[in-house]
């Protein structure tokens, strides 16, 4: 394989849990040019990745068009196409790319599954949200008839750490407690309200906090709610400051991160930093944060009040529906999460304090 293309046409996230892969491709095919193909806005995750040769933008806001204008620019110009994704936006790419090898992954049951078989010349089935196999586990699975990675030893490969803004850096301390209150979407949102009591206790007993988020108004609605809790330094707000380099650099420089089923703590857990996440209707066991070690000998598992694999401890509510794997209560994007709305502040502040 002399070029590659990688297909991550999903979120930031995501985007990230595909390194372990390009990290196999690149050592499986040490010359190649691996290229990876994603939405506009969640690159930045890859951005200054040894293993990339080339990051290719795709606008989703301009549908089909846009599609069609990226397949002019890769028709048939790799030896294989990796497709990271079921969507079938992302498996047309992936066949426009390459004419020789395409390795996809495809859903359980879908009624697109036909066409995408017949252009697949390796096809991985994916379990879905509610499945046994880690994402990480299961992109790897894409390359099974070239080499058979080690999926213990899999690394989610952050961006190269970036030096903070001098006064942030002048600011933060080594004890400090990164603290990430935005979620994407409603159902992952465990409440500001809770946030601030946490914060509120977290601060009286001295702790410095320091405060992440993007510039959207999403984000700064969230983080608007705890801006007066304290004055600098004890409550750093560094939200619209930091790019994901900036924030490798945060995390490593603090002691502990808490924060939602969100892409931040996926970048916090590469980083290596300490973790602490709240978890609601998602499956652990499909999206559980990838630790920074050499070697994982700790999976999670579907249901536990609390449970750490490595340096990540992960909470979820005692509820007998956890985890359901849907969008909330609802199963819709703004829907509520009574297993969010039931962990009190209380229980997340009690394993801070057991985390030291």
């Known amino acids: 394989m002399k070029k590659i293309l990688v297909v991550a046409t999903r979120q930031i996230g995501d985007m990230l849990l595909t390194t372990p892969l390009i990290h196999a491709a690149r050592q499986q095919w040490p010359d ?145 407690i990164v603290v990430h209150t935005p979620s994407m979407w409603p159902y992952k949102q465990w409440p500001i309200a809770y946030f601030r009591e946490l914060l509120v206790q977290l601060i009286s007993e001295g702790h410095q906090i320091v405060l992440t988020g993007s510039a959207g108004p999403s984000d700064q609605n969230c983080i608007q709610q705890l801006r007066g809790l304290a004055p600098s330094p004890q409550l750093v707000d560094t939200s619209g400051q930091l790019n994901f380099n900036q924030l490798v650099s945060l995390f490593r420089r603090a002691h502990l991160y808490i924060g939602p089923d969100t892409s931040v703590t996926h970048l916090a857990a590469a980083s290596g930093i300490r973790v602490l996440a709240i978890f609601g209707p998602t499956n652990p066991v499909r999206w559980g944060p990838w630790p920074n070690a050499p070697h994982i000998t700790q999976t999670y598992v579907g249901r536990a009040e609390k449970q750490t694999v490595h340096s990540i401890t992960l909470l979820q509510s005692t509820l007998p529906c956890v985890p359901c794997s849907k969008a909330g209560c609802e199963d819709h994007n703004q829907s509520r999460s009574d297993c969010l709305l039931g962990m009190s502040a209380d229980r997340v502040l009690q394993t801070v304090q057991t985390l030291g």
């Open 32 to 176: 190649a040019e691996i290229d990876v193909i994603g939405l506009a806005g969640t690159l930045g995750m890859l951005q200054g990745n040894p293993d990339i040769h080339a990051l290719i933008a795709t606008q989703p806001a301009k549908g089909w068009r846009d599609t069609l204008a990226v397949l002019k620019t890769i028709w048939k110009r790799y030896d294989l196409a990796l497709v990271t994704q079921p969507s079938d936006r992302a498996h047309l790419i992936g066949w426009a790319a390459s004419s020789q090898h395409r390795s996809g992954i495809i859903p359980a049951k879908n009624s697109s599954n036909w066409w995408k078989k017949r252009i697949l010349s390796h096809v991985v089935v994916s379990e879905g949200d509610a499945g046994t196999v880690h994402v990480v586990a299961e992109k790897l699975a894409l390359l099974a008839p070239w080499c058979q990675p080690d999926i213990q030893a899999a690394q989610v490969l952050p961006p190269p750490a970036q030096a903070l803004p001098a006064p942030l850096d002048a600011l933060i301390l080594s004890s400090a």
